[in-house]
């Protein structure tokens, strides 16, 4: 909203400020269901200090990862393990993805080894998380934290058929770029996505993740963070718990 906007709604309605909006969904009701969603994480039927003991395990697992600028075949066979816990088939393909005779450069053509240092290495001058931009004593516009043609490329490097890691896809090559560049990158996820479609954040589309959801996708869940004031993996983990609760649907009137 402009200005001009916020001032003739005042006039308008001089005992209401207009209601602060992501996406035509409150602000404080989306971040209030964020973190209320964020604390059932990874089980919204478990006990509170079960989940929130979870949550620290898997924070300090993938907290070995953060900063890294190259990875071993066995970090990455972690981080496999890690995604694809209760998955085993999919876990056996990413697996065969990463194999010895995979890992090294062959005939020119670049490794598993090189092509996650080159994924990694997109974002040497990257700017951080877009911030809230204050006016006055409210807050009335918020800065985007738009997604850019890096950030696309340091996806497909790794996930696009033909070029990228063998069955790896956008979901493994997030997690690889989200460990490592935890205040950059999120996960891929197919749930996270439906959620964010479903709040109507982001327009409808094929169920599956593909790559032409990133860009616009990260741009979402960057924007969620920056206003929410929580992290990526936060958001990623609340959204993932929101696919699932009915309360995930647009607020009236949008």
Same mark, same amino acid.
């Given at each position: ?16 400020r207009p209601e602060l909006t992501f996406g035509g969904v409150a602000i404080a009701d989306i971040c209030g269901k964020l973190r209320a969603w964020h604390d059932q994480y990874p089980d919204p039927s478990g006990q509170a200090d079960q ?24 970090? &990455? @066979?972690? %981080?496999? +393990? ?9 876990? =056996? #393909? !990413? ?16 490794? &598993? @080894?090189? %092509?996650? +240092? ?9 700017? =951080? #998380? !877009? ?124």
């Amino acid at each position: 909203m402009s200005r001009r906007g916020v001032r003739s709604a005042r006039v308008a309605h001089p005992s209401h400020r207009p209601e602060l909006t992501f996406g035509g969904v409150a602000i404080a009701d989306i971040c209030g269901k964020l973190r209320a969603w964020h604390d059932q994480y990874p089980d919204p039927s478990g006990q509170a200090d079960q989940n929130a003991a979870a949550r620290a395990a898997e924070d300090e697992r993938l907290s070995r990862f953060a900063g890294l600028q190259v990875l071993d075949r066995n970090q &990455v @066979a972690e %981080l496999v +393990r890690w995604k694809f816990q209760s998955m085993p088939h999919r876990e =056996a #393909l !990413a697996m065969k993805g990463i194999s010895p005779q995979r890992w090294h450069a062959r005939d020119g053509a670049p490794g &598993v @080894a090189d %092509l996650i +240092r080159i994924a990694l290495a997109t974002d040497d001058d990257y700017d =951080a #998380l !877009a911030t809230m931009a204050a006016r006055g004593s409210g807050i009335d516009h918020f800065g985007p934290a738009m997604a850019t043609d890096d950030d696309y490329d340091a996806l497909a490097t790794m996930a696009a058929r033909g070029s990228g890691i063998d069955h790896f896809g956008p979901a493994m090559s997030s997690v690889v770029l989200a460990a490592c560049r935890p205040t950059r990158y999120t996960i891929a996820d197919s749930r996270a996505l439906h959620a964010l479609r479903a709040l109507g954040l982001l327009p409808q589309g094929q169920p599956s993740f593909r790559l032409d959801d990133w860009v616009p996708y990260l741009t979402a869940c960057r924007n969620l963070a920056s206003q929410c004031r929580l992290t990526l993996r936060q958001v990623d983990r609340a959204l993932w718990i929101a696919a699932s609760d009915p309360d995930s649907q647009p607020t009236a009137g949008t």
